[in-house]
């Protein structure tokens, strides 16, 4: 391909990475031979130590230090079967999806000071010291005081990723202060989350006296959106680089209007790129079964099957970081910001969510007559409860500067957190409500009028994309979250949600058993009293309407629009007591994550701010300069010919000069305000003054300067266009 800016020393795919549709083995081949998965590791360890392993994973008690030993043993010899010379810490500080590593080698000298071995056992695999001075703490920590530790996760599944050089091996850590054992990251209030639900879940079932029920576990499927683009672009956009979305640019005449982006064919160039990554994730045992392009150009969607919800979301953060490895090899860059382009849709990462026990894989399947189901409908009641009661904290966890552009703007779920449960699914629970339980009338039978066609039935349920949280047959999709976002954020709220009302609700269960009633009778009872009480949140319709907004304000319900109103409702008494009550996050580490929040919304805005003021001054407004001055000049020659004939000439020369005018005014003020930001005191002060102050002089710098990329010779443009970026895809 050959454009404006393309090198001339354009890198090739390593073709040792990319195989031919010939010449490819199969997934089935090669597949997790990367990732240590508990299948690989029982044959690396002895019988005692492998069951010793698995009960205390599942009795959520400590590992034996020996057995610890055993793994470690076992890691480190299945590390340099596969030339491994480093092992990490793998961890993930509060910061949105990103992700952090300190690099050990497995070499050490014996006493001799001379003979080398390689050693790694437990107290290398349980345990490291990462300096935490610089990680964002939210005020937890300073830098006097700034040990922190990181701990296995042996949850979930160590791995290896290879580089140019050799190879490094991962293990999903947990990250916590020297002092009392502060969480420091996300990975902690999400187990933390899991044990509070499953501890929940355990006695409702032990109140009933259903024994069948002895483990619970939350499991998510991740769909992860993203947009590819050659790199040479990349490069040539300071504003992709330092915040990930284009801060200038036009819209091109075609973007998304003809719908032809969608399902449509992939170019084969990222069809090959999409197949590295394919094959990248099957080695890391991340099951991708999807792969498609998305409603705008350039933008495409992967997803794998579903995991437990801890192992799911470090395969998501995984997968995000060999995205951009896998497309800087085939000379390309990956977008994972929610909205890198305006005027096309933007990126999210749909949460499919659900709750599931040994007897049932999930206790949100409604069966065929869901009305009847009085299981499904106490986990049903339970769940919109905790979204009637703590939508705030839901729209905390899809909260950023990034995802702001999205929520709302026709193309994800407005701020207004909702639940969808389909026609179906709605009508039983009115019917559940009322103590009818008879079967669903629904039709669900499939008839298009072609006789030779096999018998089909369609869902229950629709498929609702304005639903903040839409039920779609059993389980729940979260599909506000952003692309960028660590899922474990929002894995967790939903878990620390459902978790008190599951404990609520038990509790009437049992007051409700002691006043007589049958644990069956006080399940019904209960379930019935909750979605009365709270099925306010429930919203069938388009989400997207002017009309559900003003519906949302009579039924009560909050439109947090942006981050600051949202972070503003977060370190609240009720969300303290939520928390604390339910063993999650202490008051303190509460407080932590929301100065975190502001900062990280601050700073990103800010740099922002500085990035395209910087742009408009030295890129945009010298070249406009240049052709405002050749238009004079050509004005004034024609005028010396044939005076009178140079009006449009003139229009347009005005036109310029007043865009080149609001561009240097914006740019200047902007600095102006940037630069006054921290004079405000508070965290809040300032997200509001970002939002009501910066954000709209941002708005107004790029409206003057895509009015000038339209008129300016598109030969002396500066940046790499949108047309360009979008479509030049092969």
């Not at 590992?63 to 043993?73: E, G, R």
């Not at 869902?459 to 899922?487: I, L, M, Q, Y």
């Not at 010779?713 to 949108?722: D, E, G, N």
């Amino acid at each position: 391909m050959l454009a404006r800016f393309r090198s001339s020393k354009h890198t090739p795919v390593r073709q040792s990475k990319v195989r031919s549709a010939s010449t490819h083995p199969g997934a089935e081949s090669f597949y997790a031979q990367n990732v240590l998965d508990h299948r690989t590791l029982k044959g690396l360890i002895s019988n005692q130590d492998w069951q010793t392993l698995q009960e205390s994973i599942a009795e959520n008690r400590s590992i034996p230090f020996h057995t610890a030993d055993s793994i470690a043993n076992a890691l480190l010899k299945w590390s340099k079967e596969r030339g491994v010379t480093h092992y990490a810490h793998w961890f993930q500080p509060i910061n949105n999806g990103v992700t952090a590593e300190k690099h050990d080698t497995f070499l050490e000298l014996l006493r001799d000071g001379e003979t080398p071995i390689s050693r790694f056992g437990a107290k290398q695999l349980l345990m490291g010291e990462p300096d935490g001075s610089s990680f964002p703490s939210g005020g937890l920590r300073a830098t006097h005081s700034a040990r922190g530790y990181t701990c296995w996760d042996p949850h979930s599944n160590p791995f290896v990723l290879e580089h140019d050089n050799g190879a490094t091996l991962y293990i999903p850590s947990l990250f916590f202060s020297w002092k009392n054992g502060t969480a420091l990251d996300e990975k902690v209030p999400l187990l933390r989350s899991e044990v509070a639900l499953q501890r929940e879940t355990l006695r409702l079932f032990q109140v009933l006296g259903d024994d069948a029920h002895f483990s619970v576990h939350c499991d998510s499927g991740l769909e992860q959106e993203f947009f590819l683009i050659d790199r040479s672009y990349y490069l040539r956009r300071p504003d992709l680089i330092a915040t990930g979305r284009t801060l200038l640019g036009a819209s091109p005449p075609k973007g998304q209007q003809l719908e032809d982006q969608y399902f449509g064919h992939v170019p084969n160039r990222m069809l090959t790129l999409l197949q590295d990554l394919e094959d990248e994730a099957w080695k890391l045992g991340i099951p991708i079964q999807t792969r498609h392009r998305e409603v705008a150009p350039g933008q495409y969607e992967v997803a794998p099957r579903f995991a437990r919800v801890n192992q799911a979301s470090d395969r998501n953060l995984i997968l995000m970081e060999i995205l951009r490895k896998v497309a800087r090899r085939h000379d390309c860059a990956a977008l994972l910001h929610e909205k890198p382009f305006k005027g096309v849709n933007g990126s999210g990462k749909h949460n499919n969510w659900s709750v599931g026990s040994n007897h049932v894989p999930s206790l949100f399947y409604p069966g065929k007559n869901p009305a009847a189901n009085s299981t499904f409908m106490f986990f049903l009641a339970a769940t919109i409860r905790g979204v009637d009661l703590h939508g705030d904290l839901m729209r905390v966890a899809i909260s950023g500067a990034g995802n702001d552009h999205r929520l709302g703007a026709n193309e994800a779920p407005p701020a207004i957190v909702s639940a969808y449960l389909g026609d179906d699914v709605l009508d039983a629970v009115e019917r559940f409500i009322k103590g009818n339980t008879s079967p669903s009338k629904l039709d669900l039978q499939i008839e298009l009028g072609i006789p030779s066609l096999v018998g089909m039935d369609r869902a229950a349920t629709d498929r609702n994309r304005t639903s903040t949280f839409a039920f779609t047959g059993n389980k729940f999709e979260f599909r506000a979250v952003g692309s960028s976002h660590n899922p474990s954020r929002s894995n967790q709220v939903l878990n620390t949600i459902v978790a008190d009302s599951i404990r609520e609700m038990t509790t009437q269960i049992e007051k409700l058993i002691k006043a007589g009633k049958s644990p069956q009778a006080a399940m019904e009872h209960v379930s019935r009293e909750t979605l009365e009480a709270h099925k306010r949140v429930v919203f069938n319709d388009n989400g997207y309407s002017a009309e559900w907004q003003t519906e949302a304000a009579r039924r009560g319900l909050p439109n947090l629009k942006t981050t600051p109103e949202a972070l503003k409702t977060y370190n609240s008494e009720k969300n303290r007591n939520l928390y604390t009550s339910m063993k999650v996050l202490s008051p303190e580490e509460l407080e932590a994550r929301s100065n975190i929040l502001y900062e990280e919304y601050i700073k990103k805005i800010c740099i922002e701010g500085k990035t395209v003021a910087q742009m408009a001054l030295t890129q945009v407004a010298p070249v406009a300069f240049t052709y405002q001055k050749d238009l004079a000049r050509s004005i004034s020659a024609l005028d010396a010919h044939a005076k009178g004939h140079s009006t449009n000439q003139t229009r347009l020369l005005a036109s310029v000069g007043s865009s080149l005018d609001s561009l240097v005014s914006a740019s200047t003020t902007l600095r102006s305000h940037l630069e006054s930001v921290h004079d405000l005191n508070g965290d809040a002060r300032q997200a509001e003054f970002c939002e009501k102050e910066i954000i709209p002089l941002m708005s107004a710098l790029r409206a003057a300067s895509d009015s000038l990329e339209t008129v300016v010779p598109a030969s002396a443009w500066p940046l790499p266009t949108y047309h360009e970026m979008l479509f030049h895809q092969d």
